[in-house]
């Protein structure tokens, strides 16, 4: 099975590694990696997203010790469109969470229109965070919670500091 799956992981959380463990489960993965220019346009707080190729970097070295437990192989393609690559007709299933739900479901209008059949969206829940909330980059790199989701312990909003 071909299962897709999308996002800026900037940086990568146990929310991310939830939808990647759940993705290699199902089959090989591709990663639909948002572009410099199409990742700050879906944060919902403006803010400073590293370099595609940071990004990128980094990205394939969790995702490279995941393959290799699953015995999957892997890719990271640049997501320039929220319904591009998985679009394609070649992919099985999208691994979503409840938030980005409604994007799977537009890919899925326009695959049927194509004739195509639709994904299997599999939605995995959201991660919380020590306090309940979901684990999310922008409260990482807020300063609020470590990628695990702990609430950091001097919390007073400085921002964390994130490998270059
Ligand atoms: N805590 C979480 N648990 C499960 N999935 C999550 C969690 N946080 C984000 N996701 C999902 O991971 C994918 C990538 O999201 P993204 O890279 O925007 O991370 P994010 O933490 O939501 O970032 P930001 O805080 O900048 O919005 C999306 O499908 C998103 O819904
Ligand atoms: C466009 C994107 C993947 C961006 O992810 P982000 O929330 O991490 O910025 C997300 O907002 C979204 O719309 N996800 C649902 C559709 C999807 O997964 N598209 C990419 C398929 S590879």
Same mark, same amino acid.
């Given at each position: 099975m071909n299962?897709?799956?999308?996002g800026t992981f900037d940086p990568v959380h146990d929310?991310?590694?939830?939808?990647?463990? #759940?993705?290699?489960?199902?089959?090989?993965?591709?990663?639909?990696?948002? +572009?410099d220019e199409l990742a %700050?346009?879906?944060r919902h707080v403006e803010r400073y997203v590293r370099p595609y190729d940071r990004r990128k970097r980094d990205l394939e070295a969790e995702l490279?010790?995941?393959?290799?437990?699953?015995?999957?192989?892997? /890719?990271?393609?640049?997501?320039?469109d929220p319904t591009g690559i998985a679009v394609e007709p070649e992919f099985d299933a999208l691994i979503v +969470? %409840?938030?980005?739900?409604?994007?799977?479901?537009?890919?899925?209008?326009? #695959?049927?229109?194509?004739?195509?059949?639709?994904?299997?969206?599999?939605?995995v829940d959201h991660v919380p965070a020590e306090d309940g909330e979901r684990i999310s980059s922008t409260r990482i790199v807020a300063? /609020?919670?470590?990628?695990?989701?702990?609430?950091t312990p001097d919390r007073d909003g400085r921002g964390a500091t994130r490998p270059e």
């Amino acid at each position: 099975m071909n299962v897709a799956l999308g996002g800026t992981f900037d940086p990568v959380h146990d929310g991310h590694r939830k939808l990647f463990e #759940r993705a290699f489960e199902l089959g090989d993965v591709t990663v639909g990696l948002t +572009s410099d220019e199409l990742a %700050p346009k879906t944060r919902h707080v403006e803010r400073y997203v590293r370099p595609y190729d940071r990004r990128k970097r980094d990205l394939e070295a969790e995702l490279s010790v995941l393959a290799d437990e699953h015995d999957r192989e892997f /890719e990271v393609r640049e997501l320039t469109d929220p319904t591009g690559i998985a679009v394609e007709p070649e992919f099985d299933a999208l691994i979503v +969470s %409840p938030e980005t739900r409604g994007g799977g479901e537009q890919i899925n209008e326009i #695959r049927r229109e194509r004739g195509h059949d639709p994904l299997e969206l599999v939605v995995v829940d959201h991660v919380p965070a020590e306090d309940g909330e979901r684990i999310s980059s922008t409260r990482i790199v807020a300063g /609020e919670i470590d990628e695990h989701g702990n609430l950091t312990p001097d919390r007073d909003g400085r921002g964390a500091t994130r490998p270059e």
